[in-house]
């Protein structure tokens, strides 16, 4: 799986990265962690697509009554919009 994700350094401040996460495997084909590769996110994509789409999920979160109803709104938010551009997920990522 692809993500934007935006990490925070250990002195508090906040950064972008581009993820590649997989899981790791043991004998027994049980997931027994992940690791993940980063990249420096594209300006572009982040500014134009990301940051606003980010913003706009935090403010359904916030304006939730609980916790889990917000991200049920993000959620379903990010579903339809996808929806409306009739990609998946990982295509739309890709398209950045």
């Known amino acids: 799986m ?8 250990s002195l508090g401040n906040h950064y972008w990265v581009l993820a590649h996460v997989t899981p790791s495997f ?13 990249r ?3 300006r572009a994509a982040l500014n134009e697509v990301i940051l606003p789409l980010y913003q706009k999920l ?13 991200i049920t709104a993000a959620d379903v938010y990010l579903r339809k ?8 997920y990982d295509q739309f990522i890709f398209s950045l």
């Open 26 to 38: 043991n004998t027994d084909q049980q997931i027994v962690g992940f690791h993940s590769n980063r």
């Open 58 to 70: 935090n403010d359904l979160e916030r304006q939730a009554p609980d916790p889990e109803s917000g």
């Open 2 to 9: 692809f993500a934007y994700v935006l990490n925070r350094t």
């Open 40 to 42: 420096v996110p594209d």
């Open 81 to 88: 919009m996808l929806q409306e551009k009739g990609v998946g």
